[in-house]
C-alpha cells in the first residue's frame, strides 16, 4: 500500500540505543529493540540493517535538548551518532529530529503504571523512550496532513 508508513525512532544512547517501529498505518509507535551502544561502528551496522529489512523511509530521532530548549553536549554526541549513520542508510531516507525533553520520565511513568519497578525496566526503558520520541513525531505528522478530498 503506497500510504503505508515506515518509520523507526531512535533514542541514542553512548551505552544503549533505544529503538522504536511504527505501524504500517502510521498510528501507534511499538517497541522494537534495545542496541548496545558503546561499540559505535556495531550500533550503526545494526541501525543500518534494521533500516534496510524494513524498507524504512522515515528516521525519527530524539534531541537530548535542555529543559530551556538550549542545545547541549548530548545533541552535539547525537548529531555526530546521526552523521555517521547518514553515511551507511540510502539517501532517501527521510531524517527527522524530534525535541527529546522529558521522554525517558514520561516512558518510566508509563511503565511503572504497568506495574514495572526501575530495576525491572532497564533493559527496556531505552525502547520506551523511543516509542515516546517516534510517538510523538506520528502525532505530529497526523494533525499537520491535509486530508484527501
Do not use: C
Not at 545494526?46 to 548530548?74: F, Q, Y
Request: proline share 5%; aromatic share 6%.
Amino acid at each position: 500500500m503506497e500510504n503505508w508508513v515506515r518509520a523507526i525512532g531512535v533514542d541514542f544512547g553512548s551505552v544503549r540505543i533505544g529503538v522504536a517501529v511504527s505501524d504500517d498505518l502510521g498510528f501507534l509507535a511499538h517497541p522494537l529493540e534495545t542496541i548496545p551502544g558503546e561499540n559505535l561502528e556495531l550500533a550503526i551496522q545494526r541501525l543500518a540493517d534494521i533500516i534496510e529489512e524494513r524498507a524504512v523511509e522515515d528516521l525519527v530521532i530524539g534531541l537530548p535538548l535542555h529543559t530551556n530548549g538550549d542545545e547541549g553536549k548530548a545533541v552535539r554526541s547525537v548529531r555526530r551518532f546521526s552523521g555517521f549513520l547518514k553515511e551507511k542508510i540510502p539517501a532517501e531516507v527521510r531524517w527527522h529530529e524530534v525535541d527529546e525533553r522529558y521522554t525517558t520520565q514520561l516512558a518510566m511513568e508509563k511503565l511503572h503504571a504497568a506495574g514495572r519497578n526501575e530495576k525491572n525496566s532497564r533493559k527496556i526503558i531505552d525502547q520506551a523512550a523511543a516509542v515516546e520520541i517516534l510517538q510523538k513525531w506520528l502525532d505530529d505528522r497526523a494533525s499537520t496532513e491535509v486530508p484527501p478530498p
